[in-house]
Nanobody
Framework: QVQLVESGGGLVQPGGSLRLSCAASGIIFSIYDMGWYRQAPGKERELVATITSGGTANSADSVKGRFTISRDNANNTVSLQMNSLKPEDTAVYYC?????????????WGQGTQVTVSS
């Protein structure tokens, strides 16, 4: 019953911008830490950015200053604003919801959305 649905991916030129969105259902969104991850072919899935249930945001060094993660608890969405895109940003981007309680972990993933940065 938990669903995370990403949208907003596409093909953009280097230097361009995209805004990814993730709509969550089936969870109490406001108590989950949320994140964006990405995976390129042949590579491991890697962290892009996270935002805690309390609103604290962090991002990977490779995207600092270019990407911004935000959440809208009223609409159960988390977004990733991507500016100054580079070819190395090309990957499938995944939305993640995570909650840890003592002895338990709740971890959910969306289906992914393709981002291609190419001239």
């Amino acid at each position: 019953q938990v669903q995370l649905v990403e949208s907003g991916g596409g093909l953009v030129q280097p230097g361009g911008s995209l805004r990814l969105s993730c709509a969550a259902s089936g969870i109490i969104f406001s108590i989950y830490d949320m994140g964006w991850y990405r995976q390129a072919p042949g590579k491991e899935r890697e962290l892009v950015a996270t935002i805690t249930s309390g609103g604290t945001a962090n991002s990977a060094d490779s995207v600092k200053g270019r990407f911004t993660i935000s959440r809208d608890n009223a609409n159960n969405t988390v977004s990733l604003q991507m500016n100054s895109l580079k070819p190395e940003d090309t990957a499938v981007y995944y939305c993640n919801a995570n909650r840890r309680v003592v002895h338990l972990q709740y971890n959910y993933w969306g289906q992914g959305t393709q981002v291609t940065v190419s001239s």
